[in-house]
């Protein structure tokens, strides 16, 4: 699709912006002004916070109209009241949308404009939230998340990177031509992809591990993260909530899902379960098996013609995963294997007590870890199915399709 095929749905739409209290609120003046190129018509509703950052002035010189800021101002209502422009509006995005803004949104709370707005509109809402990354990893916002998709909300972003506190994570606002992307997309995508994973929370994990040998050294393996992260995109356009917990890897953070960074196989371990519980799990992480016993302080010296090295095993957080007392609606692992795929699959998926296993042959050109491609096979107790060789992207959508079934079996 062009660029301008892209937009050309938003021509001739009545887009309100919400805008919320954060520092991201100057990224929506840009959102204004897209919008207008678009060609959309745009009216915006800013927060109480949000004014602390912008001025109602800057965004009624791009909009091209009045900005509405509170519900008490009798000259705007009498132009045009607070129901009769939740009416007037084809679509309604939230940008930055808050940790507050989300949680008064879920709750259905109508104590300021926007808030109001929200809750009078029929129009398809998008939201774009943006945090501090603990705000947006807490149980509260993820629930709250979980039930704004619920009632098919639709959600962009947060991007992972820099935040504004100097740290970094998943919280920034995603790009304002994201944004519009989204908004032209919506009805498209809703209409195409079905959000029948809508109110469940996912959790995937990705990529390699490494296991420090020294403070220069490590243990790691060939996984790109490629398979699971877009496992994890794939299963948020289907509406789920998800956690992608992340090894080492320099891959984008998929729209609306929630990145968790690991290093190491305890790490990993760590942030799994704090992301459970959760209704399924899919590990498509190549987590070691072994880490060194105790990493050295300092830089291993080349001392001696051989080095032995002294591992440990690492926890298995798949087995752990499924072993849960609070039993996962579906537990799906994966397999990277070199021969025997079938057979040493099938041991996997009875040893560790999971509901599907996916098997891929590694070791190959074309397939498996760091290629763009991949072949696998999806084992359950009394079934099975092969996805052919396919870009891993298409492949998630397929095993999603698999996962969707399998949870209605
Ligand atoms: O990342 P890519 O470059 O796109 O490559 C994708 C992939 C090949 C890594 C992926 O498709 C894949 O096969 N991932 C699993 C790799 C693996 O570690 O396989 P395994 O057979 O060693 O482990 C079996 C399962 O147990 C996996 O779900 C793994 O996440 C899990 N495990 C393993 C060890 C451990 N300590 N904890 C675990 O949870």
Redesign the pocket.
Known sequence: MSGSDKTRDLAGQRVLVCVGGGIAAYKALELVRRLRDAGAEVQVAMTAGAQQFVTPLSFQALSGQPTRTTLWDGAAEQAMGHIELARWADRVVIAPATADLMARLAHGLADDLVATLCLATTAPILIAPAMNHRMWQHPATRANLATLRERGIQVVGPNDGPLAEGESGPGRLAEPEEIVAALSGATLRAATVPQDLAGLNVVV???PTYEDLDPVRYLGN???????FAVAASAARRGASVTLIAGPVQLATPTGVARVDVRS?AQMHRAVFAALPADIYI???????YTPREPAANKIKKSSESLALDLVR??????EVAAQTQALKLVV?????TNNVAEYARR?LEA?RLDMIVA?R?GIADG???SDQ?AMTAYWKDGERSFASAP?TQLADELIDLIVERLNA
């Open positions: 994990s990705a990529g060939r996984s790109s993260g490629k398979m699971g196989a590990g498509a992480a190549a987590v070691a098996d690492t926890p298995d957080i798949l087995a692992g994966f397999a990277a294997e996997k560790k891929n590694v498996g870890f760091e991949n891993k």
